[in-house]
C-alpha cells in the first residue's frame, strides 16, 4: 500500500514540475500564430547559449526562475533564437536566426526583443515594444523593466 501511495505522489509531483515548464518556441512563425491566437506579445530571446556568458548568467538568474515562469506563462509567448558556436543547428532555423538578427538589429547578446507580429500577404509585419538584456538584480529587477515594456503605464 506505501508502494501504490508513493508511487501516486511521485506521478502528481513530476506532472506538476511539468506543468510549471515554459514552452519556449524556435520556430518563430508558429510563435506569431500562438501570440496572436492567445493574444500576448512574443519576448524574442537573442542568445548564444554555449558561449554568452552574458546570457549563461541572464539564464540562470532571471529565465530559470519560478518568479520568471510565473509572469511569462501570463504575459508573453517565449521565442528563443540561439547562435551557437559548439551546438549544430538546422540550416532552416540558422537561417531564420540569421535574418532575425539582422530584421531586429542585433548587434550583442543577450537582447530580449519584446513584439507583436502579424503575417500578411506572406509577409511578417513585426510591431517593436522595446528592448533589454541582462538586468542587474536579479528576477524581480529584470521583470520590474519587462513589465514596463510590456504594460506601459499610459500617461
Known sequence: MKKIILIA????GASN???QELKWYTDVREAITVSNKEQKPMLMFFTGSDWCGWCI???N??????????WASTNVVL?????PRAVPQ?????NQNLELQQAF????FPTVF????????????FKGLGKTGYVAGGPSAWLTVAEGIVHPKKS
Open 9 to 12: 505522489l511521485f506521478l502528481i
Open 17 to 19: 514540475l511539468q506543468a
Open 57 to 59: 548568467r541572464l539564464q
Open 61 to 70: 538568474e532571471v529565465l530559470k526562475t519560478e518568479e520568471f515562469k510565473k
Open 79 to 83: 521565442v528563443e533564437l540561439d547562435y
Open 90 to 94: 538546422t540550416p532552416e532555423l540558422k
Open 105 to 108: 538589429g542585433i548587434q550583442g
Open 114 to 125: 519584446f513584439t507583436s507580429a502579424e503575417s500578411k500577404d506572406g509577409r511578417v509585419n
